[in-house]
């Protein structure tokens, strides 16, 4: 019985499998010709289509000392020696490559990506070209987005005139004679044709629209700046229709974005340095000063050294003193760090001050919003400013910086107390002062101070040379391992996987056609 119930079925496969190719037979040459013509238009169109090159560059970025302990924070943690691995240096670092700031300043330095100049090769094909230009376009105006992106034809007709089109796919439409550096007035845009030199070849001209326009549509689309998480290498790769334009790109990218950097670190340790000069000049004068009291106090007296009483009583009180002085110099740090944070300045351009600091907690809580600040960067790559993932870091930021300024108080309450038992026992020692003899007293009085003063001196120098130092070291964080390199073989188009999609896609295009037209046909006739 169950071979008499799926007989009708495998027959009715059968005749439904047959109709399938009869109709398909039916309907044949129209399938092949269309399919044919439609592979055939897609196979012109890639042939007309640019080659597009890519060109890539490796660069080491030198993180900091791996004897360093802490974390990278741009370039004052790179200055001064914060950054274990780098990794969030780093990563910052191929955030801010890819940004429109940076990027925007190569386009100014390469200005044909705003207006692009085409000819017409032996084959009919356009191609871009960049040099020996008989004419410029300036003064665009252009109202509309919508026409960004916008071709015109500028025809020769004589030395003094040409001719402007619209291109169309019907043909070219004629605008009108115009004479050169005169300005243009379209229903799309405005702009005024200089003329450079002789010409006999019409040039094709396209508008590209603003510089964020291109960025969003040119720019990030082909730029590609990638970080190799296991070592400190960035690669960037660049694609372009003209390869040497493209590696004028990637140079250009390079140059501008390692010369801020240089600019951030050096105007980083100028604040440290600077701060530090006008110290070691006070501190310089005061120790010519006590050195000569002491050396007039000693030769009024006739004394050549000190007891040993009076000396170990000078080493105690100066060392005391010294440790006073430093935490006074951080109290006047903490002021105008609590005063940088209170006036909402950026938060990673305290990070030299905690480190004088040594306040390794704080640090932890930058490193964090410098993490935030990247995920930000990230997210405004996607999605605009009011977009709850961009408000939720936002808002994470600002709960980080508040425990900041938390963290800065109850410092500046911890120095105040260090400060408080120095200063007791200081008293202390003035206390056993005032047993010595007279003399005794203005002599350790003057050899303290001069101690003083000469210790605080050597100290200023010593921390303002280690900064110095640094800055010379990181002033170049980035080396180029190899040059610009551009493949031969372009990346894009890639025409015969293009031609064989466009054959299997018209083709099954056309036999759902074929069986559209079937239906209609048998629902007529029915």
Do not use: C
Not at 465 to 493: C, G, H, M, N, Q
């Amino acid at each position: 019985m169950n071979s008499i119930n799926s007989r009708p079925i495998i027959e009715e496969d059968e005749i439904d499998l047959r109709e399938i190719f009869v109709t398909i037979a039916h309907y044949k040459w129209s399938i092949i010709f269309f399919t044919l013509l439609i592979t055939t238009a897609v196979a012109i169109k890639v042939y007309l289509m640019p080659k597009y090159y890519k060109s890539t560059v490796m660069l080491e970025v030198k993180t900091e000392d791996e004897k360093s302990p802490g974390l990278s924070l741009g370039g004052a943690g790179a200055l001064l020696g914060m950054g274990g691995t780098g990794t969030v240096d780093l990563e910052k670092d191929v955030t801010l490559l890819k940004t429109f700031r940076i990027n925007k300043e190569v386009l100014n330095q390469i200005p044909h990506y705003m207006v692009r100049y085409f000819i017409k090769d032996e084959k009919h094909k356009e191609v871009e070209v960049e040099e020996n230009i008989s004419i410029t376009i300036t003064d665009i105006k252009i109202d509309d987005y919508k026409n960004y992106g916008m071709k015109i034809i500028i025809t020769p007709i004589n030395n003094m005139e040409y001719q402007l089109s619209f291109p169309s796919i019907l043909g070219d439409k004629a605008i009108g004679i115009f004479h050169y550096s005169e300005i243009v007035e379209t229903e799309r845009a405005s702009f005024i044709v200089n003329k450079l030199s002789d010409f006999n070849q019409a040039y094709i001209v396209q508008f590209s629209g603003t510089q964020h326009y291109i960025y969003d549509n040119i720019i990030t689309p082909n730029l590609t700046v990638e970080l190799d998480k296991s070592s400190p290498f960035i690669t960037i790769s660049f694609i372009d229709n003209l390869p040497q334009r493209g590696e004028r790109y990637l140079k250009n990218l390079i140059e501008i974005y390692t010369k801020e950097n240089r600019e951030d670190i050096k105007e980083d340790a100028s604040i440290i340095i600077n701060s530090y000069d006008r110290q070691i000049k006070n501190i310089a004068l005061r120790v010519d000063k006590s050195s000569r009291a002491l050396a007039d106090f000693k030769q009024r007296n006739n004394i050549i050294a000190p007891t040993a009483q009076a000396s170990g009583l000078i080493q105690e009180l100066t060392n005391v003193e010294i440790q006073i002085a430093k935490n006074h110099y951080k109290e006047n740090l903490l002021k105008n760090i609590i005063y940088f944070v209170r006036h909402n300045k950026n938060i990673d351009a305290i990070a030299p001050s905690l480190l004088e600091l040594q306040d390794t907690q704080t640090i932890s809580l930058i490193k964090l919003i410098q993490e935030y600040q990247l995920t930000i960067s990230n997210l405004l790559l996607k999605y605009n400013q009011t977009h709850p993932k961009v408000i939720n870091t936002k808002a994470k930021i600002v709960s980080l910086k508040k425990k900041i300024s938390s963290n800065l108080h109850n410092l500046q309450t911890t120095l105040k107390s260090k400060t408080a038992s120095l200063n007791k026992m200081l008293e202390g020692y003035r206390v056993k002062l005032k047993s010595t003899p007279q003399q005794e007293q203005k002599l350790i009085d003057f050899s303290r101070d001069y101690q003083l003063n000469a210790k605080l001196y050597t100290y200023l120098i010593q921390k303002r040379s280690e900064v110095e130092l640094k800055r010379d070291k990181d002033i170049s964080r980035f080396r180029v391992i190899e040059s610009i390199y551009t493949a031969d073989k372009p990346v894009k188009p890639k025409k015969a996987l293009i031609v064989i999609v466009a054959f299997i896609t018209s083709l099954i295009f056309m036999i759902l056609v074929t069986f559209f037209r079937n239906f209609l046909k048998t629902s007529k006739e029915n």
